[in-house]
């Protein structure tokens, strides 16, 4: 196992996965109402997973056959990845901060009370799949930043820096799946909003300056 390779992987996915757009959100919202989580956490993970190495595998191939067309697509990536650090630190420097909306709004108590009694199983899966596979900006981070960058990789370490992507994001959506009601009241504020923003983007921006190689 190449352990450096593993920590590039790692580090890569966690400052990409850890934003709370609109799967993150969904996987926050049903946590809290304690709805469904286990099926969500495990098609959100094998998503990723499945996403995760087509991309560094895909990307390999396109690596290898055409370098120019890749590398010009890192740096695409890459000022993606810029202009989204940016705007992290942008957030967390700014007053007012926007929470969780709907029922992430309200105390883990409140919103299991007001959650339907009984979810069906069907709905909340689409549901699942639609957020993952529909998202435009999951084909943007799996394939296009991710893969590109475990491409860049040495050819027997692409599959450590992609195991260590996959681990992150396993252990991401079990964090916040079943983690959700315990962390619903701390992100009500909007300092602590402003807090992982902050962290999140100057991981990001470091993240970019590195990859400039």
Known sequence: MNWLSFSHGAALCASLIVTIGAQNAFVLRQGIMRSHVGKIVLLCTLSDFILIGAGVGGAAVLMERYPRFVHAMLYVGLAYLAWFGINALRRAVRPGHAVLDGSANESADDAAHNAPAAQRALPIVLMTLAFTWLNPHVYLDT?????????????????????????????????????????????????????LDGAIGSMVLLLAVTQLR
Request: aromatic share 14%; proline share 4%; no cysteine.
């Open 143 to 195: 394939f296009l930043l991710i893969g590109t960058a475990g491409a860049r990789e040495p050819e027997g370490a692409r599959v450590a820096f992609a195991l260590g992507a996959m681990v992150v994001s396993a252990v991401w959506f079990v964090g916040i799946g079943y983690g959700a009601r315990l962390l619903a009241p701390l992100f009500r504020r909007a300092t602590a909003w402003r807090v």
